[in-house]
């Protein structure tokens, strides 16, 4: 593994979804997630997988590997788009499988996608937690913890799918410290998933500090963000609901780049752009049908941070 890539990887698993759907088992905590839409299903199913082909032909074409997987729907899966929650991968060839709250979100995970990682990649070790999902205990992946590689440091929003148990366990197999804090939106709810706040890429960070409801705990966060040497990047409540906080630090033929939608792009301040472009390109990504579920590029996006075989 390339130290310099440590944190942005060369290659990420995607799947391409065929019955994409607005989730109804998660409305009631997602509040960036649209209500059930008045078009036709195939219509938003259909729009869903030319703006996912999009991004694979964007992403291609900047040099990053991409493992693309097909959902044709056999089972009901409408959030399979966004891998990132059932599984991540980690330096020493381990991989992770999560405990997912929704029950239909459950049914994402796929053993021919491990057996790929397994194939092509060097893997020594697979924990599975879903089991835990029978104690009704949850940690989303990387929806619920953002990982800094480099200070091995796992950022994680308090909520009930990021349970502390499960977040003690794996932080301990996998060598990372957790760093948990309660957040509140500009409503006062809770926010579900802590990657839509903060994104850490190589040499900055765009974190929501707003968001962060304890005062004393929102300081130690921009600390220690601002202390592994990075410029930390403030985002505001209405950045963070353009998915702003939503991008992922990727390496391409070129270098660095940010991957973030279209939307979240134009959300950035003109300080804010010329800060990331310092370090890494943006690459904006068309995905307006694809955010009407809740999530954004960074929650398409599952990084593989291992050694190729």
Partial sequence: MNYRNVQAP?????VRPHRFAVNPETLADNSFQARPLERHPDAVASAAREEFDGCVDALLAAGVRVHVFDDFGQLETPDSVFPNNWFSTHHGGRIAIYPMYAPNRRRERRADVIELLKSTYRVQEVIDYSGLEYD???????????????ERVAYVASSHR????VLERFCTAFGYEPMAFPTADAEGRPIYHTNVLISIATDYALVCLAAISDDA???EVADRLADSGREVLDLSFAQVADFAGNAMELTGTDGRLLALSARAAAALTDTQRAAVEQSARLLPLSIPTIELAGGSVRCMLAGVHLTPR
């Fill in 10 to 14: 060369t290659a990420v698993v995607m």
């Fill in 136 to 150: 009704n205990l949850f940690l989303e992946g990387t929806g619920a913890m953002v990982f800094d590689h480099l």
């Fill in 162 to 165: 990021a349970d502390p148990v």
């Fill in 217 to 219: 705990r929102r300081a």
